[in-house]
């Protein structure tokens, strides 16, 4: 599984939702917040202000949507954590999952096929918890191709850390890490710097 949201949907109220990690209670958010893999954090939890985790890092990230308090951000949990969420009482909300493959398990869950796999979907009620774990069967990341068969360097020969690891080369390409900010204008279908 890539990330879990619970978000309030289309309920214009605030939600409440305690948040426990390890059976400590960690905070209260407020529209909702994302637990995710590394594999997840570049989807959601990214787009709501959360980090960038290498694949290769073992942990869980939480990202809170909209939360009420500006003290709360974003956190890397390590992948032995026990992440429960639950709804306050007058509220409900959606909890939202994306994975590789639907999830038979888990009763009144709606399933929806969407680009990256299945989307599952699920209303929580006052009350009601859900916990998330790192699976002790993890699903092994295959690369597209080795570092070594990286180029030797940038165009002056210095070696770079993108190019021993495709991961960053592709954060760098995708996000535009380091480059600079230039105006540019596209007129008729042709970029204009």
């Given at each position: 599984?890539?990330?879990v949201?619970?978000h309030r949907?289309?309920s214009?109220?605030?939600?409440?939702?305690?948040?426990?990690?390890d059976?400590?209670h960690?905070?209260e958010?407020?529209?909702?917040?994302?637990v995710?893999?590394?594999?997840g954090?570049?989807?959601y939890s990214?787009?709501?202000?959360?980090?960038?985790?290498?694949?290769s890092?073992?942990a869980?990230?939480?990202?809170?949507i909209?939360p009420?308090?500006?003290?709360?951000?974003p956190?890397?949990?390590?992948?032995?954590?026990?992440i429960?969420?639950?709804?306050?009482?007058?509220?409900?909300?959606i909890a939202?999952?994306w994975?590789?493959?639907?999830?038979r398990?888990?009763?009144?869950?709606?399933?929806?096929?969407?680009?990256?796999g299945?989307?599952?979907v699920?209303?929580?009620?006052?009350g009601e918890?859900?916990?998330?774990?790192?699976?002790?069967?993890?699903i092994?990341c295959?690369?597209?191709s080795?570092?070594?068969?990286?180029?030797d360097g940038?165009?002056d020969?210095?070696p770079?850390?993108?190019?021993?690891?495709?991961w960053v080369?592709?954060?760098?390409?995708?996000?535009?890490?380091?480059?600079?900010f230039?105006?540019?204008a596209?007129v008729f279908?042709?970029?204009?710097a």
């Amino acid at each position: 599984m890539n990330e879990v949201a619970l978000h309030r949907g289309g309920s214009p109220h605030l939600t409440r939702i305690d948040s426990f990690v390890d059976d400590t209670h960690l905070t209260e958010a407020a529209d909702g917040l994302i637990v995710s893999t590394p594999t997840g954090s570049t989807a959601y939890s990214l787009s709501s202000g959360g980090p960038i985790v290498h694949p290769s890092v073992e942990a869980l990230v939480m990202t809170p949507i909209c939360p009420r308090s500006l003290s709360f951000r974003p956190l890397v949990l390590p992948a032995s954590s026990e992440i429960r969420l639950m709804v306050r009482f007058r509220n409900s909300v959606i909890a939202t999952w994306w994975s590789s493959l639907p999830l038979r398990s888990i009763k009144r869950r709606e399933h929806m096929r969407s680009f990256g796999g299945w989307q599952s979907v699920m209303n929580l009620f006052p009350g009601e918890s859900v916990r998330i774990s790192i699976s002790r069967y993890p699903i092994p990341c295959i690369s597209r191709s080795s570092p070594a068969s990286a180029p030797d360097g940038d165009e002056d020969g210095i070696p770079s850390n993108a190019d021993q690891d495709n991961w960053v080369r592709d954060i760098n390409n995708l996000l535009l890490f380091n480059a600079s900010f230039k105006s540019s204008a596209i007129v008729f279908g042709k970029e204009i710097a």
